[in-house]
């Protein structure tokens, strides 16, 4: 079906072979591929060169042209098979005269699927879970009620008002920004030209006939502070669940680079879902994506698979490590102590939040917390606003 | 369409073992005029494929490394200073104008991996290794080259490719790329062989390896693989390791256990996973290699 002087039929097998391609290029978009026009019109390329001859030989050509990453990569041929081989396609004629995208079943039921579990399936991580994702939700609304006086000394879990939350949240998000604001100017006050720029310093003294006179010199270049935050979803920490997740959120806002994590039993990267414009809608789709919360808590499990399979990519010498947690560990602590110090070999600085560290009488006594702290740089309790807020100038000084 | 596997016939005579999906990779390639992106562990064989691909063409290979800071002086085109300053000095007294147009010619330019790959005559490989460890500045600036072919020099004007060079990047994943990039490019993920295939690649690449000896080191690496280590092992070490036990006259890796433990180095490259590989895990995994 290539070449000029087609006849009318082969016309027609041409526009089937459009609209079907058109079909499965929105089923590739509809599990999260970034495909654009373009690729579509490669891929009418591919065919057209002869790649549709072997449903094996089109995968293969497909994948390439239309995987962008890994994950892509690995899903890439179940889709496949399931679009163009649902019907036990097996030759190109088949292929081009089957049935629309909705009418076949077994890719419908991969698209309803997909719906179901929205958009922050992807984002999981890829540690094999044992368990379906369950489909409740409705996590970390904060209880208890206390009308005080100074918003910024009462503990997240007693605020229930809706305007003091969003106050809190209000601050939050300021902090964030503070703390950006101070983390970049250290950069900016270094800069001085330090290196000749040769190419300019030239360009420049033509007119002195090529002596020296005006010198260009070459600027540092400003390289952002990257932070990661791993907050902790799990049932104790259910209560400061949600004003954490605001303040990410006003940190991923603010920050030039900055990735969030959220874990209980295992890690889900949840930068993308937190990068909704509107909060309340970002806490609906995490709350989709941190199922489990409520259960017990496997930080050591979580950070092992954070730096076997995350830490290479969100790490590098400037970043600043912040994990939210109480510590409290249900799994192995040992581990948590080693990975934590595998964790602190490879990033600049780690810093422990504990809520609980705020209340009366609290120490750190659960087991997790006592393997993780000498590995810990700075270990601060996170449970007001004003205990945040105190963070500020170590945060600056990073 | 070219033959794939006519290509990975090609890509063995060179000594490359490439697996189908990679060959169709190589010819979409050329029918698509895209760059092909390669991801996946270190020491897998990414940087190969470039080399391979040269030789299938019998092609040059221009390569850019990239690194933290790499700017377009080192990648794209530099201009001689030295000769310049010497010209300046020379044509003193004359108009400065007619002193800029000379200095700023070609004969002042020095060329860079990335502008010496769109003026060859003959299309050649062009292999942009490790592109995560660059800037996301330069990354940018290379997408717009891979889009156009064409560079600009505000000193001498637009210069168009004479021709399309075969571009391959590789990844090792230390940086999430652009979408932007991923998009422009095919992609390929680089697995670690299987069995048979870390085999037949022992075989075309160590001189002296037996079949035999060198599926039970392709199965005695697939064991090691499996252990939770810090630092799998690659195709580059498993050829280390079976360059080494060659060199010490190792024909069955069940001659000699004390040896193929000692050897171990050449493939487990941390103080940890030295220390966690005892001679008796040597010896279990030793005991599946049949």
């Not at chain 1, 907050?231 to 920490?237: C, F, I, K, P």
């Not at chain 1, 954070?306 to 581990?335: K, P, Q």
Request: glycine share 6%.
């Amino acid at each position: 079906m290539s070449g000029s002087g087609k006849s009318p039929i082969d016309h027609d097998v041409d526009r089937l072979v459009a609209t079907r391609l058109a079909g499965f290029v929105t089923t590739l978009r509809d599990n999260a591929f970034a495909v654009g026009s373009r690729e579509g019109k490669d891929a009418a390329a591919v065919i057209a060169e002869g790649y549709g001859e072997c449903p094996e030989l089109l995968r293969s050509a497909f994948k390439h042209l239309f995987s962008t990453r890994k994950a892509d990569w690995d899903k890439f041929d179940g889709i496949f098979d399931a679009f163009w081989l649902g019907k036990r396609v097996k030759s190109r004629s088949t292929i081009t005269g089957a049935s629309k995208p909705v009418n076949n079943p077994s890719l419908k039921s991969l698209q309803d699927r997909n719906a179901e579990r929205g958009d922050g399936e992807q984002a999981f991580d890829q540690m094999p879970s044992p368990e379906d994702p369950p489909n409740g939700r409705g996590e970390g609304r904060m209880e208890g009620a206390s009308q005080a006086i100074n918003l910024a000394e009462v503990d997240f879990r007693k605020m229930s008002d809706p305007d003091q939350i969003t106050q809190a949240h209000a601050a939050a998000a300021q902090l964030a920004q503070a703390m950006r604001s101070r983390l970049t100017r250290r950069y900016l006050a270094r800069r001085h030209g330090y290196r000749l720029d040769i190419r300019r310093t030239i360009h420049a003294n033509i007119a002195h006939g090529g002596t020296p006179i005006t010198l260009v010199k070459r600027r540092r270049k400003d390289k952002p502070l990257r932070l990661v935050v791993l907050l902790d979803a799990s049932g104790s920490m259910s209560m400061y669940t949600a004003v954490f997740i605001r303040f990410i959120h006003g940190m991923l806002d603010e920050f030039h680079e900055a990735e969030a994590f959220l874990f209980h039993t295992q890690l889900a990267h949840v930068s993308d879902a937190m990068k909704e414009r509107d909060p309340a809608r970002a806490l609906d789709r995490l709350s989709m994506m941190a199922q489990g919360a409520g259960g017990g808590t496997r930080i050591g499990l979580c950070l092992q698979t954070f730096n076997r399979w995350h830490a290479a990519r969100v790490i590098h010498s400037r970043t600043c490590v912040m994990i939210v947690s109480d510590g409290y560990e249900t799994g192995d602590a040992n581990l948590l102590g080693r990975e934590m110090a595998q964790l602190t070999k490879r990033c600049r600085r780690v810093v422990w939040l504990n809520p609980m560290a705020g209340w009366d009488g609290y120490a750190p006594e659960a087991a997790g917390i006592k393997a993780a702290l000498p590995h810990v740089d700075l270990y601060a309790p996170a449970n007001t606003l004003e205990s945040l807020l105190a963070l500020e100038p170590y945060l600056a000084k990073l | 369409m070219k033959n794939r596997d006519e290509i990975a016939e090609r890509l063995a005579a060179s000594g490359y073992i490439a697996d189908g999906e990679l060959a169709t990779a190589i010819s979409l390639m050329q029918s698509l005029r895209r760059p092909l992106l390669l991801e996946g562990e270190a020491g897998v064989g990414k940087t190969e494929v470039a080399k391979a691909l040269a030789a299938l063409h019998t092609t040059e290979l221009i390569r850019l490394q990239c690194y933290e800071g790499l700017d377009q002086s080192a990648a794209l085109y530099e201009w001689n200073y030295q000769r310049q300053l010497l010209a300046i000095q020379a044509h003193q007294g004359q108009n400065a104008s007619e002193v800029e147009d000379q200095i700023f010619s070609e004969k002042y330019l020095l060329e860079r991996p990335l502008l010496a790959a769109i003026r060859r005559e003959e299309p050649p490989v062009l292999l942009i290794d490790e592109i995560d460890r660059a800037d996301d500045e330069f990354e940018a600036f290379l997408l717009e080259l891979l889009s156009d072919f064409q560079i600009s020099i505000p000193e001498l004007g637009t210069i168009k490719a004479t021709s399309i060079p075969l571009v391959v990047l590789t990844s090792n994943g230390t940086r999430e790329l652009s979408d932007a990039l991923r998009r422009r490019c095919l992609y390929h993920y680089v697995d670690y062989p299987d069995v048979d295939r870390e085999a037949r690649i022992i075989m075309a690449r160590v001189q002296g390896a037996s079949a035999s000896l060198a599926l039970q080191i392709a199965r005695m690496v697939e064991n090691i693989r499996k252990e939770d280590l810090r630092k799998v092992p690659g195709v580059a070490e498993t050829l280390d390791w079976a360059v080494a036990l060659i060199g010490l006259d190792i024909r069955d890796l069940h001659d000699d256990p004390e040896i193929v433990h000692e050897t171990l180095m050449c493939l487990l490259k941390t103080r940890e996973d030295k220390a966690r590989f005892k001679p008796e895990i040597t010896a279990k995994l030793l005991g599946k290699v049949a």
